[in-house]
């Protein structure tokens, strides 16, 4: 995003999912933050109730594909039918493809229905070799102005982010960070 400008975009892969969902969406309620939540399709079927918490709160959807999918493993239409099945509950404007790799011909396809996000953060809160103070350490060392800053929602993260994810946004918000939300002209 804008470089020039002194703000994050904190975005969430994977959910919803009741293990973590609620917390991430309590945190950012404290703080009064809005995010992006990029939501497996199938998760959102299996939870609708979290994905229409999730909007009424104010938050913004991002498309994930339907089932996690990973773009060098499929032929590009199923890659891209799953993404569009994935739409149909979700409603979204934006896909992040799962593991962040997509083919050229992935993109083509997507690039006609979705903006695509990508991150310049990831805070590798999924790994196993990873601690919560890890993960704030990433945080605190590779954020600069614009930052899109990946965390995930799942049961790999969880238990890491009950203390990395407030502790990562008082840092950021000591460190004058203003939190934004993607706007498109049709926003």
Partial sequence: MNPKEHAVYLTFDDGPI???TPFILDTLREHGIKATFFMVGDNVRKH???YKQIVDEGHQVGNHTYNHLGAFKHWTITYAINAHKANELIHAKYFRPPHGWMRPSEY???KHAFKIVMWD?????YS???TADDVINNVKTYTRN???ITFHDSLKSIEKLRLALPESIK???EQGYEF????SEED
């Fill in 18 to 20: 009741p293990q973590s």
């Fill in 48 to 50: 609708p109730e979290l």
């Fill in 108 to 110: 083509w396809w997507l």
């Fill in 121 to 125: 953060v990831v805070t590798r809160d």
């Fill in 128 to 130: 196993k070799w990873m």
């Fill in 146 to 148: 614009g930052s899109i």
């Fill in 171 to 173: 840092w950021l918000k």
């Fill in 180 to 183: 934004k939300i993607f706007e």
